[in-house]
Every structure is written in structure tokens, then in C-alpha cells.
DNA sequence: AAGGAATGCGGAAACGGTTCCATGGTATAT
DNA sequence: ATATACCATGGAACCGTTTCCGCATTCCTT
């Protein structure tokens, strides 16, 4: 019982080994310039008292923790999209020796930056070596996490209106170009009369609707939207949306729904409607999420790479931390266009 | 810049407070036996030269660390499920001042104990004060934790094929008994003519087909089962199963559904085939998750408190670190019929 | 006014590692 | 044979906290 309490320590090692405890601390690291003979003998003391160096009494001396942080802002995981950027995080920091601190915060984006209450976490120093943001970030948040001094790499995509030069290192994906690719492809199969759906008031959604209106403009279509900001759930809005879309005439031969929650949405509503995905309307999505796949047919969709997200925040938070005064990198990730049964050939 | 390494230590505020390091340490901690106006001018000393303490040494004498570690095992993060759990753990962990290191575990259920090769986190003594087991665990891997004397608990319905005394705490929620309740429902509404759907080579799913068979029972209700291993996914082997019922003669009033993803399978048989959800068939799932409220109407089903499972597995390592002696515990939360739109009454 | 308890405070010791320096031994070069 | 280099090793110093001990001061109590 309580190994806590009277665990064995590094002297404890030396004694039974009859060696001294720098020699052990040498076998335990790099173990360069120990006699075979005497690294062996020190390795059984080492299994005969069961000991395990501890965490923190190493930790001191060390320049890093290798310990990060995912910081999770304003959101809940249900929503599974990053959670599973935290996958992509875990997965490679199990490859490099690397732990993952997992922490939530949550505060309102108006609160000024003094204000908003941090996670007790980010009180000491030196129990992780750095941030990745995730969630939804404000501008308030940043200014306030700039103050800690803290290395820090954001998931860029839901960084909420921020203005200005950018001081921090940031991944996402690109937006832009996966809905321009979607919509073109939507137009190469032969439709003509495009809808947009989604809520506007959120920047990345603004970000796909200018990408589907580029399209539609380099292709001299007129594109129909319905891009109220709305206090829905994903789902619902593109069930309103979708009855909404249904009372236009002429309908339009495909839909282009901001993600696939809002897909989903509108393909319930179309089904109640009795209009027939692909038959009648296609359908796309944005983001390959788990309802993508539940749908019927499949969502034709654009994938974003979460899991590669994560992987690559934790790399660029590595890369930052081994060179201070690098110049800050904004990684963007591409996406792929995942085709399945929601769109026809015109 | 690089705040990293020059840091002010607890001697430098001393210094620069007038004071000895015992009292600034007085004033970081507890804060007893402090004069107001000394008190006072060390905080000023702390703001003025931004000194956070240094967490590792802090903790070399503190008894515990104050970090909890969410062990997932054999699975990834899409599957919400686990997802929803850790959140509960995070929510409870920042309330109490206790933080989260997350990291997962792959290993093969057949591999012997010791040869299970364990994440790294697990090779340092200190890092963290317990362990939450989540995932699928398997006897091999529990007993290989054992071994490591390190206090843990674990979500205990995924617990595979564990033979004889558990020798650690353990919480869970009565899958009996909530099956048990909603087939109750199901009946108390006139059905008569059941179907279970489930892959009973899962421990978790025989609980539940088990409660299924007890409440036919005594209803003196005659029933019927599809619970073929397979390797399909459970919304594909909901789909595939709801093939099978539709063309099995009588068509079952009502199908009772292992969990939501087998559901939703089921439900999108029903309506390929044409038959219609609740009005000929009624339908009932399990676990409430996403896809529940995906379904068109939304699925009746039995919630699982996964948030609340977290909060109940932190809160049970903290009571065992408190009180390394006490008995094992295992905790059972219930479970809520959530009713919605997919069982009528007959 | 004197004795005793409680408070306020400084500084040494301890925590369990790593790092560095001094030392003795052995191999190689001259 | 001697100088030089390098290897193997023990042990002291150190990292940045907390804790504990001891002393000075203050506050009651009688």
C-alpha cells in the first residue's frame, strides 16, 4: 500500500547498487560513460525497488515540461469536431513523447481582457510548455493569453473578427478554396441555379458563402442565398431553411449548405417535402462530420482534416518552442472533395 | 521575450519585498499569520515582477499533484460517447482545482500483461494522482495497471469478460435497469409483439438483451430477437437487421434497439422499405446520443448521463486518494426514458 | 507588572532529481 | 618511462519551492 508515501528514490538506487547517484542518474538518461557491468547492476536496483524517477524533482531542472495544453474555448465536445482535433493532437504527441493537458474555458467575448477568469491552470509556470487553442477564440481571449507570455499556437478557423497583425503561430484549414472546388464542381455536373445556405453572422461561414459567390459569378450565374443569422442549432436552421427554399420558385437543382449539420437539416426537410436528394435537389456539404454518412444517400461533402489539425498545431507548438524567434506561421491545411450520393449530373 | 528563462523566482520577490521567502511562500499559500501591510507589499512585489510559481517545485513537496489522467483505451474520439464523459470530468476537475491530462492506449485484448506496452506518461511517479479508465478495457490491460500501484477507477460497462473480484472502484450505469424500464414503457403501451436487435457478442448488449427477455417474461410476452455477431458497424448492423425484421411476417410492433447508432439503422430501413416510424413500427434506442435527435421523429430512447459519469469518476479517484484504505466502491447511476416521437400507443 | 500564549517573520533544511567537478584508473602517444 | 587523453565514477552543489524551527514582538490575563 501508500508506494506514494515511502517510494524509492535515486539514493535509495545508489545505495543498493552500491554506486552513487550520479552514476544512476547517468543510466537513467542518456547513460553515456557507464561500464556495462555497472549499468547492469544498477538496472536491477532499479527493478528490484521498483523505482520510478519522480515527475516534478526531474521536471525542475529540465527546460520543458513536454506537456502542452489543449485549451478548449466556449465549447462543449459533443460537438465532435474537435474533440477529434484533440485526437490528432494525442496521437502525435504520443509519437513524440509528448503529454496532453486537457482544460476548458469559458467567458463572454465581451468581457474585457483583464476580466475574463483563466483556468487555475494557467497560474504556475512551467507545468506545460505551451498552448493550442481550440474552440471558438475572441480577440478579448488572445489579448489576455498574449499577457501570460505563454507560447501559443490557435486553431485559426474560428478565430471571431480579429483585426490587426496576428502575434501568434496558426493552423486551419482553407476555407476558401474547399467551398470554391465544391461549387465548381456542383456547376461542372451541369447545374445552374445554386442556393447557399447558412448563417452568416459567423466569419467562417462568410468566408464559404464569398468562395460559392465566386464561383457563381466566374461562372455568370445568379446565386440564390439564405443567410439570416439566426439563433438555431445547425440542424434546425437548415430545416427552416430547407422549407423556406421549398416555397421558391423555380426551386433550385442544388443546394449548397455552409456544413453538414446544416445539410442535414435541409435534407429532412426536403424528405417531410417529398422532393427527392438527388433526384429533385443536390445537395453538399462542408466539413465531413459523423452526419454526413448517416444521411440517405451519403452527403457529398468537402472534408476537413481535423485530426491533421491537431497534428499539425502540436508540431508548429514544438517548432515554436525550439525556436523562439522564429516569425510567427500560418499553416493552412487543404481539404478534399468527398464525393457521395447527394449530387447529380445535369 | 523568452520570460522562460529568466523568471523571477520566490527569492527575488523576497528581495525585492524586504521580506524572507518563508512569508512571501505564507502569502502564496493559506496566507495565515501574515501581517495586512507586509502581506500587501509582497503581492505588489509578485505583480510587479510577473512572478508565477514554478509549478514542479511546488509539487515536489505538496503530497499530490493535483492531475487527474483520462486514460482512453482502444478507441478514438469520433464515437462521442467517451467524448461526453471527459467533459464531465473536465467540468467537476475546475470546480475542484484538479486538472486533466488526456492520452490513450492501444493495445490487443489477447496480448499477456506485461508485454502490453503502456503510454509513456505512465513511466514517471508524480506526474499525476490517478487514473480514469474509459474505453474498452480489457482484464489483461487492468491487471497490468494494477501492478503499477497507482490509484485509478474506471467506467466500468465497457469492462470486458472480467472474471472474478475487482480490486479497484468502478463506476457505471444500470443497463439493466434502464433496459428493463423502457421495454416497460413499450409494453405498458399495448405492444405485445417485440423485437430486440443487437449484437449480443458485446457484455454490454447481452445486459441489455437479458432485461429485454426478463420483461417479455413477465409479461408473459412471447419474444424475438436478431443478435448475430458481425463486424459491421452498429448503424450498418441496424440497417441490415431492419432488412431482415421487415421481412420476417408478423412485423414486429415494436423493435427495441441496443443503442441510438443501431437505431438509426433500423429507422433508415423502415423508411427505405416504406414502413412507417412510429405508425407501424415503434421503435425505442438506447444511450441518447447525437443520432437521437437526428431521427426523423426523434427517437425515444434511454439516456445514459455521460457527463455525469465523468463528474462520478473524478469525484471517486479523489475519495480513494483521500482515503487510500476504504473498500472499493462501485457506483451505478440510472438512467432516464426519454420519451419522444418513435413509440405510439397501440 | 509579570508571565504566558499567540502572532509575525527570517532563514535553514528538505524534497528528489540533474549537473558539474574532482579523482583515480586505463589506454594511447611520444 | 612519462605525458596526455579519456573514461568511469562518487559526491557536492544546485533547482525553486515548502516546511519547520526559533526568535522577537504583541496581546491577554491575573
Redesign the pocket.
Known amino acids: 500500500m501508500s508506494s506514494v508515501c515511502n517510494?524509492?528514490?535515486?539514493?535509495?538506487?545508489?545505495r543498493e547498487?552500491?554506486?552513487?547517484?550520479?552514476?544512476?542518474?547517468?543510466v537513467?538518461?542518456?547513460g553515456?560513460?557507464?561500464?556495462?557491468?555497472?549499468?547492469e547492476r544498477v538496472m536491477l536496483a532499479i527493478r528490484h525497488l521498483g523505482?520510478?524517477?519522480?515527475a516534478?524533482?526531474?521536471r525542475?531542472?529540465?527546460r520543458h515540461s513536454e506537456i502542452v495544453c489543449f485549451l478548449l474555448g466556449n465549447r462543449k465536445f459533443p460537438n465532435s469536431f474537435h474533440a477529434r482535433i484533440l485526437q490528432g493532437v494525442e496521437d502525435c504527441a504520443r509519437e513524440l513523447k509528448q503529454h496532453v493537458l486537457f482544460a476548458g474555458v469559458h467567458y463572454d467575448s465581451e468581457t474585457a481582457p483583464g476580466l475574463i477568469e483563466l483556468p487555475s491552470i494557467l497560474d504556475e509556470?512551467?507545468l506545460f510548455d505551451g498552448l493550442i487553442l481550440s474552440g471558438t477564440n475572441h480577440p478579448n481571449f488572445l489579448t489576455r493569453i498574449q499577457k501570460l507570455q505563454i507560447p501559443f499556437v490557435v486553431f485559426g478557423n474560428n478565430l471571431v473578427d480579429f483585426e490587426g497583425d496576428k502575434y501568434f503561430d496558426q493552423v486551419g484549414y482553407d476555407g476558401f478554396k474547399g467551398e470554391l472546388e465544391a461549387v465548381e464542381n456542383v456547376i461542372g455536373l451541369g447545374h445552374e441555379n445554386l442556393m447557399f445556405v447558412g448563417d452568416v453572422s459567423y466569419p467562417w461561414v462568410r468566408v464559404r458563402q464569398e468562395a460559392f459567390l465566386r464561383a457563381c459569378q466566374d461562372h455568370k450565374l445568379k446565386p440564390r442565398s439564405i443567410i439570416e443569422a439566426s439563433e438555431l442549432s445547425f440542424v434546425d436552421y437548415g430545416e427552416w431553411a430547407g422549407r423556406r427554399a421549398l416555397a421558391r420558385r423555380p426551386l433550385p437543382t442544388a443546394v449548397v449548405a455552409v456544413n453538414d449539420e446544416v445539410a442535414y437539416g435541409l435534407w429532412r426537410s426536403f424528405r417531410r417535402g417529398g422532393v427527392s436528394v438527388p433526384g429533385e435537389i443536390s445537395l453538399i456539404g462542408f466539413d465531413d462530420r459523423e452526419e454526413a454518412l448517416l444521411m440517405d444517400p451519403p452527403l457529398t461533402t468537402v472534408r476537413v482534416r481535423k485530426e491533421e489539425i491537431g497534428r499539425a498545431c502540436l508540431i508548429t507548438l514544438l517548432e515554436r518552442l525550439r525556436h523562439p524567434e522564429m516569425p510567427f506561421v500560418e499553416t493552412t491545411l487543404s481539404t478534399d472533395l468527398v464525393v457521395r450520393g447527394t449530387v447529380r449530373k445535369l
Do not use: C, K, M, Y
Open positions: 517510494a524509492a528514490t535515486i539514493r535509495d538506487v545508489a547498487a552500491g554506486v552513487g547517484v550520479g552514476t544512476v542518474s547517468r537513467l538518461n542518456g553515456d560513460h557507464v561500464r556495462l557491468e555497472t549499468r523505482f520510478r524517477p519522480n516534478q524533482a526531474r525542475i531542472h529540465r509556470r512551467g
